[in-house]
């Protein structure tokens, strides 16, 4: 299955380069999954334990949850099979969860800070430069750790032995519902040659349609979703018929023999003696009884559930990236007109602008960030889709004159804005601040 490599969203490393993540399908066996499960495990309670120590402690920096992780290998054999630099990035996921919490307490932003909390389902270790070795082909990755996952196979169209082992940063090991997952991330950059071609278009992200843009054009919704609803309705009943609280007795029964069976009981329990017989002590039972297993029949309508929804998710991601790859292959990222900058012609670089001492006005973002922050909410908090209607309609900075948009639409400033171009200082608001417009979002 063709698997493509996509840009990480994680910080470029220390020389400056991005990181590229390329992503490969396992092929195993199942003790070797049981494995990778096993080391899954290991990471999650390595993270766990860093933050129930910051939890209990006062003063508690990244380094010692570094030093932590030593500790915890020596007290646990489990933990030492795991290799060393992989329970360091657990441990780093731990102080990530804490430094945002901070951060969003610092900032005194509104509503939860964020606690960190104990994760109980994770579906991912990483390896960082150790721990595994690529094979020169490039198609097999053999783990060196304790944890004896062995030597697998890649499934997917990327080179990744065209580059050198030192150039692999990151590998981390994914469970998903349709299987096992290797991203490799590869410090490089990606150089994509755009030709020019002089045309410029505005676009509007609204809910009726996918996108209109300033020709006119519309984009209809693909109601990816909307279509799989009533499949996902009935996968969602087969799983609930399958769980055991869903077992007669457990819910009122409403069907023709559970009458029956009602009537045939209509003669009273016998009554329990006054004086119980003396005899020996009962054991009383747990006041919170451990809860039943689910049936194997349950797990796998689980499955069956959790891959239709991963279908769904993979159908709407690729609409979104092949819309946003068409508009910014076939359109000009800056629009050059006369309405921009003095002295701006088609085909020359526009002139540089006068921006105002203590605010950073950015470039127009590429169409395809417009498109992907209107079609999906970012997780950053705070951060507001680009939904509304009465969107899209860009003018440069000491100009009267929209640039590139529909006549009804206001006009916006440019700026970094919601999505993969927003400020660092406040993510997912524009650079100018509350209450203006920094980026994409009403004009006023």
């Known amino acids: 299955m063709p698997i493509a490599a996509r840009r990480a969203s994680a910080p470029r490393t220390a020389r400056g380069a991005a990181l590229l993540v390329y992503e490969y399908k396992l092929d195993a066996s199942p003790a070797q999954y049981a494995r990778i499960d096993e080391a899954i495990r290991v990471g999650q309670f390595v993270r766990n334990k860093c933050l129930r120590l910051w939890m209990d402690s006062r003063g508690v920096s990244a380094n010692d949850l570094q030093g932590f992780c030593s500790r915890l290998a020596n007290d646990y054999t489990f933990a030492a099979r795991l290799n060393s630099q992989a329970r360091q990035a657990a441990a780093d996921r731990a102080w990530q969860a804490i ?12 509503g939860k800070k964020g606690y960190p909390q104990f994760r109980q389902h994770c579906r991912s270790v990483e390896y960082k430069q150790t721990g595994w070795k690529l094979d020169p082909d490039g198609r097999h990755l053999t783990f060196t750790d304790g944890c004896g996952i062995g030597r697998v196979r890649l499934v997917g169209t990327r080179e990744i032995a065209t580059f050198p082992p030192a150039y692999i940063k990151r590998v981390r090991l994914l469970r998903r519902a349709d299987g096992y997952y290797a991203q490799c991330a590869v410090a490089a950059d990606r150089h994509v040659e755009q030709v020019p071609t002089g045309q410029r278009v505005g676009i509007d992200v609204g809910v009726c349609v996918y996108y209109t843009d300033s020709d006119g054009g519309t984009v209809d919704t693909p109601h990816l979703l909307r279509r799989a609803e009533q499949r996902l309705r009935l996968l969602s009943r087969r799983l609930s018929r ?203």
């Open 99 to 110: 430094s945002r919490f901070y951060a969003n307490c610092c900032e005194q932003r509104p």
């Open 242 to 444: 399958k769980s055991w609280q869903h077992k007669p007795g457990c819910k009122p029964g409403r069907n023709h023999a559970a009458r029956r069976r009602a009537r045939r009981n209509k003669y009273p329990a016998a009554p329990r003696p006054l004086l119980a017989a003396p005899g020996p002590p009962q054991p009383q039972p747990h006041p919170h009884p451990h809860p039943r297993h689910q049936s194997a029949n349950w797990h796998k309508a689980r499955i069956v559930l959790a891959r239709r929804h991963l279908t769904v998710q993979r159908q709407r991601e690729d609409f979104a990236r092949k819309r946003a790859n068409a508009l910014v292959s076939s359109h000009d990222p800056r629009p050059d007109c006369p309405g921009g900058p003095a002295g701006a012609q088609p085909g020359q670089e526009p002139a540089p602008r006068q921006v105002h001492p203590g605010r950073r006005v950015g470039d127009i973002p590429p169409l395809g960030g417009i498109l992907w922050a209107g079609a999906w909410r970012p997780r950053g908090r705070g951060a507001a889709p680009v939904h509304q209607p009465r969107v899209l309609r860009v003018r440069w900075p000491g100009s009267q004159e929209p640039v590139g948009a529909h006549a009804r639409l206001p006009a916006l400033r440019p700026g970094p804005g919601p999505g993969p171009q927003r400020g660092a200082q406040h993510p997912g608001r524009g650079v100018g601040g509350p209450g203006r417009c920094g980026g994409v979002g009403r004009g006023r």
